[in-house]
């Protein structure tokens, strides 16, 4: 079913209220973009194969998984849960074990991808080695997120940027057809020529009569960004 492979092995218990609990517990997906289409009732959009291992138990109300995933060639360890309601609240905890390349994730989430953030609730906390994206690498890397109501808010997204701190926190705003972007925090310590030298350029700038070198450190306070 939705390209999707369950193996589990554990007990059902019948009464006023169904409940289970699977201790072993093995899910293999093509696709996981199957599978929030089927969740969010949109338009399937591919996203990568998930292999999943670990505890999974509920009931009519409410669903855990606790484990280990793989998604797209990316490691994970932590817990989902979701209640299972018209309009379910989801709930991830997850650490990663490799750098998370958010370009990727970023490519399904465009244009219709997100109407299915108007269908639900959830929060979440990420933790990871870092995020890449392009040039940029973010290093010992927290996100934190909550989403209510079609507002996918941002309460913390922070790590190291070569030799300098990042802390950043917004908001996207999904309850029109047109996403509205809020984003505002602080860079402090950054190494301007590593900055540079990272980014893929040189340190240095030249013209005819003029060479301009750069260094030392750089801070941005109350940074914004709103579209």
Known sequence: MLDTTV??????????????????????????????AAAGNTEPQALGPLHA????????????????????????????????????????????????????RS????????????RFDGKLSLNAPGFELGPILLTDANLEVLLDDGVLQVTNLSGRLTSGDVLLSGSLDVRSDLP??????????????????????????DADNLTVNLSGSLRIENLSLHS
């Open 7 to 36: 193996v589990a092995s554990g007990r059902l218990r019948f009464g006023e209220m169904l409940d289970y609990e699977f201790p072993s517990f093995v899910m293999e997906s093509r696709d996981m973009g199957t599978l929030v």
């Open 107 to 118: 490519g399904g989430a465009v244009g219709s991808g997100w109407l299915g953030l108007r």
């Open 180 to 205: 509205v972007l809020n984003f505002g925090g602080t860079l402090s310590g950054l190494d301007v020529s590593r900055a540079i030298v990272m980014s893929g350029k040189r340190d240095s700038f």
């Open 53 to 104: 291992s670990g505890l999974f138990r509920g009931n009519m109300e409410m669903a855990v998984f606790r484990g280990n995933m793989a998604f797209d060639a990316e490691q994970f360890a932590g817990e989902f849960s979701s209640t299972l309601s018209s309009r379910p609240h989801i709930g991830a905890t997850l650490w990663a074990s490799n750098v998370i390349q958010l370009a990727k």
